[in-house]
């Protein structure tokens, strides 16, 4: 009898733990990434920050902001990079076990660039639309701490935006690229995710 009591303390402990990391119905998680490996040499340039809404224990709706930005000065002459993106997406939770969650879904977004030499604009701004599948996976490192990764296959569709260069006396000139670009590709996010459970 008092093995059978203990067994069952031991059991119910861990399905008391278990839930303390397992997101459920109207929970609530904030997240936020920091991409520190990409190869602009800008360790965090860019910044996701993500909120999550459980309307069952798997299901969930999420919107994203992400933005980033570079500046600098040469020559008494500044230079700026900033984009900006937003996000509304869904989640089905399919498999969590212990401190592992695993997760799909897919979203639709847009996001702006904006390229800047002594204040003008310069070639590569943008204004994006897209939509795109991903999954991933959460680690609960402490009760509703967790870290995570995500992939994804995402097409977007991009509208160039004007610029100006710079004339042979000394002048700016706008230039109206007139252009667009679909993409399509598959993104692996080497981002450190940190979130918290509400």
């Known amino acids: 009898m008092k093995k059978l009591l203990i067994a069952a303390i031991a059991v119910l402990g861990f399905t008391t733990a278990n839930a303390q990391y397992v997101a459920e119905k109207g929970d609530i998680q ?5 991409r520190p490996f990409k190869n602009d040499g800008n360790m965090f340039s ?32 500044k230079s700026s990079d900033f984009n900006f993106g937003f996000s509304v997406g869904y989640e089905n939770h399919f498999k969590t076990y212990e401190r592992v969650d695993l997760y799909a879904g897919g979203q639709a977004g847009f996001g702006t660039r904006t390229v800047k030499y ?3 604009k310069q070639e590569g701004g943008y ?22 990764a995500e ?7 991009y509208n160039y935006n004007k610029y100006d260069v710079q004339d ?4 700016w000139v706008k230039v ?9 590709k598959i ?10 459970t509400f």
């Open 151 to 157: 992939i994804g296959l995402n097409y977007n569709h």
């Open 30 to 34: 904030t997240s936020i990434e920091f």
């Open 46 to 77: 860019t910044v996701g920050i993500n909120g999550t809404y459980f309307l069952t224990d798997k299901d969930a709706i999420r919107v994203g902001l992400d933005f980033g930005t570079d500046s600098g000065k040469e020559n008494d002459v």
């Open 187 to 196: 993104e692996a996010n080497p981002a450190l995710k940190l979130g918290w």
């Open 127 to 148: 204004t994006q639309f897209g939509v795109g599948v991903f999954t991933g996976i959460n680690f609960y490192i402490y009760k509703k701490l967790f870290v995570g």
């Open 118 to 120: 002594d204040g003008h």
């Open 168 to 171: 042979y006396d000394g002048s």
């Open 176 to 184: 109206d690229p007139k252009t667009s670009n679909n993409s399509i």
